[in-house]
């Protein structure tokens, strides 16, 4: 499963030597450890960095910003975007905080298959003053757990990725000199130096922790992007439901649904799809709220939809008619699997 939540992080924290860190060498740092995972398909090219400076004396104040930095194959080649980032942040004199943030696509492997997350891992880098630089590594999938967050056994799932998280770990620990520090456990799971603990010898912190937490989480960032309304259907449902999938330039992002007995409908983000899930659904939730406007039960919102689609860039309705599911659960597992 993809979650919106980190499953699990490591840090590294390295002291600066007498001449300080630059921001130029945290740029080459943090593409180091980019390659890393990408020499195991944990990232890929088209990774998007940030790059943020604020002044040390005083955080509000920010001296540079960019965001939506794409990773080349060699993202540090002269004229880059990001090595023009790093180059203009080098230039800058006096105590300040650096962070760069590598959100990365990556594929997860299961038996006769490979699958493509927009965001498998992130890579958080900070600077403090030129003193102390501290790397953090986050996942955002269980593939690399003996149990995934529904408290599934996935031997196979597990023994094709595992591997590969603990190869990358040891990679970023060799090039910064030190082993990581697992962070805390979580809802979902608890690192370890080399991946994750087992949680078949201990059980989960919480039972079925995606089931648990991802509705809410995709709900809070979904409601986030959306002005405040009282015309809204319910979230929730315990009926069957009615979909559609959403699709831009052969992409999944999502599915809009209806149910088939009560009063709810929505918008279910397709994880692996990354911010443009999330960014499309906003678009469609909109289009709910019109429909609820005009007075239409949810199973005529949804007939409505095929007809009064948001513009382009949230995407199209992939079926001519609804598809029909079990469950809303059911249909918020295939967005969070496939």
Same mark, same amino acid.
């Given at each position: 499963?993809?979650?919106?939540?980190?499953?699990?992080?490591? #840090?590294?924290?390295?002291?600066?030597?007498?001449?300080?860190?630059?921001?130029?060498?945290?740029?080459?740092?943090?593409? +180091?450890?980019?390659?890393?995972?990408?020499?195991? !398909?944990?990232?890929?090219?088209?990774?998007?960095?940030?790059?943020?400076?604020?002044?040390?004396?005083?955080?509000?104040?920010?001296? @540079?910003?960019?965001?939506?930095?794409?990773?080349?194959?060699?993202?540090?080649?002269?004229?880059?975007?990001? +090595?023009?980032?790093?180059?203009?942040?080098?230039?800058?004199?006096?105590?300040?905080?650096? #962070?760069? /943030?590598?959100?990365?696509?990556?594929?997860?492997?299961?038996?006769?298959?490979? %699958?493509?997350?927009?965001?498998?891992?992130?890579?958080? @880098?900070?600077?403090?003053?030129?003193?102390?630089?501290?790397?953090? @590594?986050?996942? %955002?999938?269980?593939?690399?757990? *003996?149990?995934?967050?529904?408290?599934?056994?996935?031997?196979?799932?597990?023994?094709?990725?595992?591997?590969?998280?603990?190869?990358?770990?040891?990679?970023?620990? +060799? @090039?910064?000199?030190?082993?990581?520090?697992?962070?805390?456990?979580? /809802?979902?799971? +608890?690192?370890?130096?080399?991946?994750?603990?087992?949680?078949?010898?201990?059980?989960?912190? %919480?039972?079925?922790?995606?089931?648990?937490?991802?509705?809410?989480?995709?709900?809070? !960032?979904?409601?986030?992007?959306?002005? !405040?309304?009282?015309?809204?259907?319910?979230?929730? *449902?315990?009926?069957?439901?009615?979909?559609?999938?959403?699709? !831009?330039?052969? /992409?999944?992002?999502?599915?809009?649904?209806? =149910?088939?007995?009560?009063?709810?409908?929505? %918008?279910?983000?397709?994880?692996?799809?990354?911010?443009?899930?999330?960014?499309?659904?906003?678009?469609?939730?909109?289009?709910?709220?019109?429909?609820? /406007?005009?007075?239409?039960?949810?199973?005529?919102?949804?007939?409505?939809?095929?007809?009064?689609?948001?513009?382009?860039?949230?995407?199209?309705?992939?079926?001519? =008619?609804?598809?029909?599911?079990?469950?809303?659960?059911?249909?918020?597992?295939?967005?969070?699997?496939?």
């Amino acid at each position: 499963m993809i979650t919106s939540t980190p499953v699990g992080d490591w #840090t590294w924290e390295i002291p600066a030597e007498d001449a300080g860190i630059r921001p130029a060498a945290a740029a080459r740092t943090a593409v +180091a450890v980019w390659n890393e995972l990408t020499e195991r !398909r944990l990232a890929a090219p088209g990774s998007r960095a940030g790059l943020l400076v604020r002044a040390g004396s005083k955080l509000r104040d920010v001296l @540079l910003e960019r965001h939506g930095l794409r990773l080349t194959t060699d993202p540090l080649a002269p004229g880059s975007a990001f +090595a023009q980032a790093a180059a203009q942040a080098d230039e800058l004199d006096g105590d300040f905080v650096l #962070t760069i /943030r590598i959100d990365c696509p990556g594929w997860w492997f299961e038996p006769g298959s490979e %699958y493509r997350a927009e965001k498998l891992f992130s890579i958080h @880098l900070e600077v403090w003053d030129g003193r102390l630089l501290v790397v953090t @590594l986050e996942t %955002y999938s269980d593939a690399w757990l *003996t149990m995934d967050t529904r408290d599934r056994e996935q031997p196979e799932v597990y023994a094709a990725n595992a591997p590969r998280l603990a190869a990358a770990l040891e990679g970023i620990s +060799a @090039l910064l000199g030190s082993p990581p520090t697992p962070g805390d456990e979580n /809802r979902h799971a +608890a690192p370890s130096p080399t991946g994750f603990e087992d949680p078949r010898s201990e059980g989960p912190a %919480y039972v079925d922790s995606w089931g648990t937490f991802e509705g809410l989480d995709r709900a809070s !960032r979904l409601t986030s992007l959306v002005p !405040r309304s009282d015309d809204e259907y319910e979230w929730t *449902t315990e009926h069957p439901v009615r979909y559609f999938t959403v699709q !831009r330039e052969g /992409r999944t992002l999502g599915f809009v649904w209806a =149910s088939v007995g009560d009063a709810a409908a929505g %918008y279910a983000p397709r994880t692996a799809a990354g911010d443009e899930a999330f960014d499309a659904g906003a678009h469609w939730l909109l289009r709910l709220r019109e429909a609820h /406007r005009q007075g239409l039960p949810p199973l005529a919102a949804l007939d409505w939809l095929t007809r009064n689609s948001p513009q382009p860039e949230a995407g199209h309705l992939l079926e001519d =008619s609804a598809r029909e599911i079990a469950s809303l659960d059911a249909l918020e597992e295939l967005s969070g699997k496939c």
